[in-house]
């Protein structure tokens, strides 16, 4: 997950694959999951083509000379994993069972997942009295025996191939309904289902759009296991002749038949044992995979898989003394300064390797000096680089910020979505996705550098030093506890108060935020808030601890405007009372003329443009900040298009070179294209990092 | 997980996890404390004097006139009841019990001299009532003895007691192998309920039961006041595992002391002796169908069949060509196994097909899983056999129920030619209990018979003595000459474990009837 | 609480009458137990006694009928094989499995609770791939060749474990081993989605920002929230334990409900049959209330859901 919504749709759509050739790819990229798909092909391959390729070699008998040891090429490739107890090749056997193997598991699998779930989703969809019902079946199919069930259809059917995959597929199909119920259930408690409702879209419409997406990838994995517990069954019923008929065969019927011989024949049983485990494994490894490739939020962890450390060993010949991060989670903020000093005076190549992204822009420091700001600034962040590792390697969101904030201001970081600000935030706050990683800048806090510190040291100043406020209230709050639960955890974290000291504490916080009653409401759940309640109580956990510096990450994205107003006002009280610096995040131009001292624009991983609200706004001085301006008017769908800029804004892995901005900017020239600009002063407390930014601030 | 619909609280909040880790550790509290139960349920208690046994199934009664029944005859009989008389199983003679001994009185009455000074585990005295007692309770009462059917299913005993210690029994026919059914009745005392079956018998036997811890151990202990010689062993512990292998295991391991019914591969190593048993295992053909109906076909079946490979793949044995075993009245020394002849089988199938005989007609093989080791193995040796014949042939393994509805009359309509796998073991070794229910016409578990040999059956039945054993020897012959209805493979090998410390020689009746008295101490 | 209890068990009756039924008459499609219990050369008289007896002369729904009144009586109607009442031999065997079930899933739990939770608090590492990797293995294990194996192993090679029987707790090692682990291997796997989406979630990030330790963060946050997909299929497997625990107490001479069951499906032993099944159904429904219960006690809006 890339940080925030916005930017994992960014994601999302980068990661898209255009066609067959790129899942293929993909694929290729997981050793595992190739590996996995690869056995699953040799597998389906002998399902078809094993009767052509052994021939009768499966049901020849040779009972003079029976239970030859494997290992041995003596008598031909068939016996080369030692023949049965009655001298058939084990080799050629299995090769014949994975067919009729295989036309029960699968029919039967697809059988139980495709109606349970689709039972499931409708149950839980609906819910009331239908979900009861579909419940109480379940339960009922659950609580029979289903030997007997077994032992009916043999003996009132014949067995056959068709009998046992219903038998099975009965059996299995109250665990898909119950899990596909159970998810389904959760999400209509949510809001988007409700809208979903209210808009009028049919029952079936709805589950299709909104629940199979989100249920699918959980069935999916119940699936890859089902398909050994279904080998399995049928390997029992199978032994008790209610199975597959010899002379067929099947993986389960050999190794119930071998499991007699163990002691003296291991081989009969252990390698029909091991196909069948294979195969799960393999299934089960493709299902990870696949949810994994399909589920939006679950897919940046692809690129995880060894890139990180292939990521960080190239990086390890400018950042040597990194230290490893042993903190999961919790990103690393390795050393950089040394790298940076190395590097910063080189200009900006052109490559995307990921090593020359530690380089930073030249000239960012002359903006905030750190020398002469550290001592009235509360945050200084200087260069700050932030890569994020995908499948295709990594990919630089964050190029170089560098901004500074005082004690009792208000600066905003604007920009629209996917250019980094959120990355930012986190990055500052130490709290990035494990896909995300610092590779370059500090962030100063008092003089101290938030990047480099251990964990301890973080988790001491997060809190007491820095604030963060989320966007999404509700997903913010943890669903499952209390709120007074939540906002006491600072105090009992940081100052080890009793349980109950803690909740007066959290009672008067929550007093402080406006919440009514907060005395009974302490022991309310997160859900049984408004959203504007819950922003409150969100920042009300932030300031707590009173911290030097609060991150608001787009506190007011999700509320109507009254809401918002209230919320920033409240902001706004809080930071004059602690007289703490207010970080704002937001792309709502509106917001930061109303209640920012000072702006940072930003555009692709990087600031165009600082200085004071008021003078930036009248004048801007880069062109991204003029077209952001002319676009008010029509941005009232938020985070929408820009009207007034064509084009979009860059994937993170495909910045053009020179000026990020030249391919949509009005007033690009050549030089533009060759050399990228910097950040240089172009007026009284005023940046933009644009070759004719003097030129602007001078019309 | 439940729907929201019939899921309902009151309050909403404050509700705290500490309720859920409550919950758990009540339940853990639980479970530990039940742990106890089944774990202790099962005292040790088992010193060098006690025998411990491994069955492959606990007996589901110890009822003495079920007693025909194997997983009930091996413990009850001669350890816990005993019979009038006994059958030597290496000699095939009638050896004296608790009868010392007998005479025929005229064609359809046996007078029996009973021991003395015999006392029942109860301590009452055994007499002639108590024997008369029990033949009327194990012939005619309501309580369906399968002794009743097994061996008494077609005559009529009358038993009266003169004195304590004689006994004279009389029958409606003759019946001239009235003392060897006799051996079947296990003698009770006139106290037993004679309208409900029992399942803690009282008898006579060297040990009585001591403690039946249903699902895990039964306990016999010796009965001090026991007639006969008092065995070695102070007490004997049963105990039942359905794996052969783990069966086998538990001997070398040392958690029993013998283990019975192992397949050559469950792996008893050294531990295991083989014995020859009374089982014989053959294919039923059915031969009022076609093709079954053709006895070129049938020859053909029995052609087909590699009883060598059988006995050296699947099962231990050694193939026979006859339903008795060598000892049992009326055993046809001259009949050998039909010799292993594929072109053979496949000529006699070419000529049948020849005549018009429906030889593609599926003929489908019943099998009963778990009727000897690897019976579907068996019968895929058979099929493949029938299939190089040039026979069309399908295999069903059934379940015990299922398959029985294919062996006894009335059978089941519509199920086509069918070969039955079968397995018989006459405990009793007369043929009769062989003959009539098996081949002739209307015998309940036969599928075919002819006039003659029905007569040869009936002329065998009445006959005693020497001429008893060829008439029966004869009749076996014809079946195998000119009737063929079956293709009998093997005489079963048994095979059970024994640890180093017992002495016990197991003979072809071990598994019906084992008795603790014959294991001895090795030292 | 009380007020879902008992609707939850209300609403519990026509399921259990509905599992009672198809028993009853499932199992009377299997065939006539006459030839099973009777001796092979029985006479048409004696077929018919024991037709009488047993009631099997009756139509169906007599004798469904009968049944129900019997069991209203609480009388589960008598074994044909061993004639004893057959309640007694359900109660005598229940707990046994019950014990087995209730360890195993307990460990079973708590392990992949634990490992689950390693291998999802880095994804994609080499320890959650290890872990992913051997829980999938032991969920496709076939039971009987692990037992099996288990016993030739650390039974007759090592001499470690007694092979099989109820005697002492090292007797319990190789049947809970057995049955462990394919519940095991499932539930790691189930754990570790379900923690890595409760890692991921942004309430996880705001504990951190609040300065909470990673144990705080894994087992105050993230745990409780990841519970509910992991009680439900804990739910399912349990079940399936409860129901089909037949593999390991028929190796290890377990005297258990799963064996009762099968051998009574075997034997056609209707009466213990439908009393097996009634209680392990009993079982079951009580497990499914003690999965919502837990449902409502871990996650607050479950509670809410249901108020509404």
Same mark, same amino acid.
């Given at each position: ?155 009132? &059917? ?70 050994? &517990? ?160 995908? !499948? ?77 406020? &989320? ?44 919440? !009514? ?128 800029? !064509? ?13 990020? &901005?030249?391919?949509?900017? !009005? ?33 | ?182 051996? #079947? ?225 009335? #059978? ?63 009749? #076996? ?47 | ?151 030739? =192993? ?36 189930? =754990? ?79 009466? =213990?049959?439908?009393?097996? =099944? ?31």
């Amino acid at each position: 997950m890339l940080g925030t919504d916005k930017e994992r749709g960014t994601a999302v759509a980068s990661g898209r694959p255009g066609s067959r050739h790129r899942w293929l790819a993909l694929l290729l990229q997981d050793r595992f999951a190739f590996a996995a798909a690869l056995v699953l092909v040799v597998v389906a391959l002998c399902a078809v083509l094993g009767p052509l390729l052994v021939g009768d070699l499966a049901t020849r008998q040779n009972l003079r000379d029976p239970g030859r040891e494997p290992f041995s090429l003596e008598h031909g490739w068939a016996y080369v994993l030692g023949s049965d107890s009655l001298g058939r090749p084990v080799a050629a056997r299995m090769i014949a069972a994975a067919s009729t193997t295989m036309s029960v598991a699968v029919p039967a699998v697809l059988c139980s997942l495709v109606v349970g779930s689709l039972w499931g989703m409708w149950a839980g969809f609906h819910g009331g009295w239908r979900e009861s019902v579909s419940l109480r079946v379940a339960d009922v199919i659950l609580s029979f025996p289903s030997l007997l069930l077994a032992v009916v259809v043999l003996y009132v &059917f014949s067995p056959s191939v068709a009998a046992l995959v219903l038998v099975l597929a009965v059996a299995r199909i109250p665990v898909y309904l119950r899990t596909a119920r159970a998810e389904s259930a959760e999400l209509r408690s949510r809001l988007f289902m409700d809208a979903a409702r209210t808009f009028g879209t049919g029952g079936w419409a709805s589950i299709r759009r909104h629940v199979a997406p989100s249920v699918l990838p959980t069935l999916l994995t119940v699936a890859a296991l089902d398909f050994c &517990f279904v080998m399995l069954t049928e390997s029992s019923l199978s032994f008790l002749g209610i199975g597959i008929q010899p002379p067929d065969v099947s993986w389960g019927l050999m190794v119930a038949q071998g499991r007699q011989e163990l002691r003296s024949a291991w081989w009969i049983a252990v390698f029909p044992g091991l196909a069948i485990v294979v195969t799960t494994v393999s299934a089960t490894v493709l299902a990870a995979w696949a949810r994994l490739s399909t589920d939006p939020g679950q897919r940046w962890r692809r690129g995880l898989r060894g890139g990180g450390r292939r990521v960080r060993a190239k990086a390890g010949g400018a950042v040597a003394d990194a230290p490893v991060p042993d903190e999961g989670l919790q990103s690393p903020a390795p050393d950089q300064d040394r790298a940076v000093a190395q590097d910063s005076h080189r200009d900006r190549d052109v490559t995307h390797d990921s090593r020359d992204r530690d380089v930073t822009h030249d000239g960012t420091a002359t903006v905030t000096p750190p020398s002469e700001s550290t001592r009235s600034d509360a945050l200084a962040v200087e260069s700050l680089c932030v890569d994020v590792h995908t !499948p295709a390697g990594p990919a630089a969101v964050v190029r170089g910020v560098s901004f500074s904030v005082r004690f009792g201001e208000t600066l905003a970081l604007l920009g629209e979505s996917g250019c980094g600000k959120s990355m930012t935030a986190h990055a500052v706050a130490g709290l990035l996705d494990p896909a995300a990683e610092v590779v370059g800048g500090q962030a100063r806090l008092g003089g101290e550098n938030l990047l480099t510190l251990t964990g301890r040291a973080r988790r001491r100043l997060a809190g007491p030093g820095v604030g963060i406020v &989320f966007q999404d209230a509700l997903s913010a709050l943890n669903p499952v506890q209390t709120v007074g639960a939540q906002l006491a955890e600072p105090f009992r974290i940081h100052e080890r108060m009793s349980r109950r000291a803690a909740r007066a504490e959290a009672v008067r916080l929550m007093e402080r935020v406006g919440i !009514p009653e907060a005395r009974s409401r302490a022991g309310a759940y997160p859900h049984q808030f408004s959203g504007g309640m819950r922003q409150r109580l969100l920042i009300a956990m932030a300031v707590a601890l009173r911290p030097r510096v609060l991150l608001a990450d787009e506190p007011t994205t999700a509320l109507d405007v009254t809401v918002q107003a209230q919320i920033m006002d409240l902001l706004g009280e809080l930071r004059g009372e602690q007289r703490m610096a207010l970080v704002l995040i937001t792309h709502d131009l509106g917001l930061v003329a109303d209640h920012a001292d000072r702006v940072a624009v930003m555009y692709a991983g990087a600031v165009v443009e600082t200085g004071p609200v008021a003078r930036v706004f009248a004048k801007p001085n880069h062109p991204y900040t003029r077209g952001l301006l002319e676009s008010v008017p029509a941005e009232q769908h938020k985070g929408g298009r820009l009207n007034s800029i !064509p084009g979009s804004p860059p994937d993170p892995r495909s910045v053009p070179a020179g000026c990020a &901005f030249r391919t949509r900017c !009005p007033m690009a020239r050549e030089v533009c294209a060759t050399r990228p600009p910097t950040l240089s002063p172009t007026g009284a407390d005023r940046a933009a990092a644009c070759h004719f930014g003097k030129e602007l601030a001078d019309a | 997980m439940t729907g929201p619909g019939p899921l309902r609280t009151r309050s909403t909040a404050r509700r705290r996890p500490k309720r859920a880790t409550g919950v758990f550790l009540s339940a853990l509290a639980l479970l530990a404390g039940s742990a106890c139960s089944v774990a202790g349920a099962d005292p040790i208690g088992e010193g060098p004097d006690t025998l411990r046994v491994v069955l492959p199934e606990e007996p589901p009664t110890l009822e003495p006139c079920d007693a025909s029944l194997t997983a009930t005859g091996r413990v009850t009989r001669a350890n816990i009841t005993e019979a009038l008389t006994e059958r030597d199983p290496s000699t095939g003679r009638l050896e004296p019990a608790l009868a010392v001994k007998w005479t025929r009185t005229s064609a359809t009455s046996w007078t029996f001299t009973l021991r003395r000074g015999v006392t029942f585990h109860d301590g009452s005295a055994f007499t002639a009532a108590a024997a008369a007692f029990s033949i009327r309770r194990a012939t005619d009462s309501a309580i369906e003895c399968n002794v009743d059917g097994y061996i008494f299913s077609d005559s009529e005993a009358t038993a009266r007691a003169v004195d304590d210690s004689t006994l004279v029994v009389t029958t409606a026919e003759p019946d001239p192998i009235l003392p060897l059914r006799l051996s #079947f009745v296990e003698v009770v005392p006139t106290s037993t309920n004679p309208k409900a079956r029992v399942r803690e018998p009282v008898g006579t036997g060297p040990y009585r039961i001591d403690e039946w811890s249903q699902g895990r151990f039964l306990r016999l202990k010796r009965y001090a006041g026991y007639w006969g010689e008092a065995p070695d062993y102070a007490a004997a512990k049963y105990v039942w595992r359905a794996e052969g292998s783990v069966r086998a295991a538990m001997v070398t391991n040392d958690e029993a002391d013998v283990a019975i019914g192992l397949a050559p591969e469950d792996g008893a190593g050294d531990r295991a002796v083989e014995f020859v048993t009374n089982e014989v295992s053959y294919l039923r053909m059915d031969a009022t169908r076609a093709p079954l109906n053709d006895i070129r076909i049938r020859q053909a079946v029995n052609y087909a069949i590699d009883r060598e490979g059988l006995v050296t793949a699947v099962f231990a044995g050694r193939p026979s060509g006859q339903l008795v075993s060598k000892g049992v009245t009326g055993y046809n020394p001259r009949i050998g196994p039909w010799r292993y002849d594929p072109e053979r089988a496949k000529e006699l199938v070419a000529q049948a097909r020849a005549d018009g005989v429906p030889t593609g007609t599926t003929v489908t093989i019943i099998g009963r899983n778990g009727i000897y080791p690897k019976a579907a193995e068996a019968m895929e040796v058979v099929q493949d056999g029938l299939l190089k014949a040039g026979l069309k042939v399908e295999i069903k393994m059934l379940d015990v129920n299922a398959w029985l509805e294919y062996l006894l009359r009335p #059978f089941p309509k519509n199920a086509g030619p069918t070969l039955l796998q079968a397995q018989h073991g006459n405990q009793a070794g007369d043929a009769a209990f062989t003959m009539e229910q098996i081949y002739g016409s209307e015998g309940a578990q036969s599928s075919y018979g002819t006039p003659a040999l029905d007569a040869a059956i009936d002329k065998a039945q009445l006959a005693s003595g020497d001429e008893r054993q060829r008439a029966f020897a004869r009749a #076996f012959a014809l079946q195998n000459d000119e009737v063929v209805r079956d293709a009998v493979m093997a005489n079963m090998t048994g095979i059970l474990a024994l640890s180093p410390g017992v002495r016990y020689r197991p003979d072809s009746a071990t598994n019906d009837e084992m008795r603790l008295a014959d294991m001895r101490r090795a030292d | 609480m009380f007020t879902m209890l008992r609707r939850r068990a209300l609403s519990s009756v026509v399921p259990l009458l509905v599992v009672v039924l198809g028993v009853f008459f499932l199992a009377r499609l299997t065939g006539d137990p006459a030839n099973l219990y009777l001796p092979l050369s029985a006479t048409p008289e004696m077929r018919a006694d024991f037709a009488a007896r047993n009631g099997f002369d009756q139509p169906l729904v007599t004798q469904f009928g009968d049944y129900l009144a019997q069991v209203a009586r609480l009388d589960f109607g008598e074994s044909l094989r061993t004639a004893q009442p057959a309640a007694e031999a359900v109660l005598r065997a229940f707990p046994a499995t019950l014990q087995l079930a209730g360890w195993t899933m307990l460990l079973a739990l708590v392990g992949a609770v634990v490992i689950g939770s390693v291998a999802a608090y880095r994804p994609n590492s080499a320890t959650d791939r290890i872990a992913s990797f051997l829980s999938s293995t032991a969920a496709s294990v076939p039971d009987f060749w692990f037992a099996i194996m288990g016993v030739l =192993v650390f039974a007759v090679t090592l001499g470690w474990l007694p092979t099989s029987g109820t005697n002492g707790g090292a007797a319990w090692i190789l049947p809970v081993a057995t049955l462990l682990i394919r519940p095991f291997g499932v539930l790691v796997q189930v =754990v570790r989605g379900a923690m890595v989406s409760a890692l991921s979630a942004p309430y996880v990030k705001v504990a951190r920002g609040k300065g909470a330790s990673e144990a705080r963060v894994v087992f105050g946050h993230a745990l409780r929230n990841a519970a509910a997909p992991v009680l439900t299929v804990a739910g399912d497997l349990a079940v399936g334990l409860v129901n089909g625990a037949v593999v390991v107490e028929t190796i290890f001479g377990w005297p258990g409900i799963g064996k009762l069951m099968i051998d009574s499906v075997l034997q056609r032993d209707f009466a =213990v049959l439908q009393a097996a =099944v009634l209680v392990t159904a009993l079982a079951i429904f009580a497990l499914n209330i003690l999965v919502d219960v837990c449902h409502a006690l871990l996650d607050p809006r479950v509670r809410l859901r249901a108020a509404a």
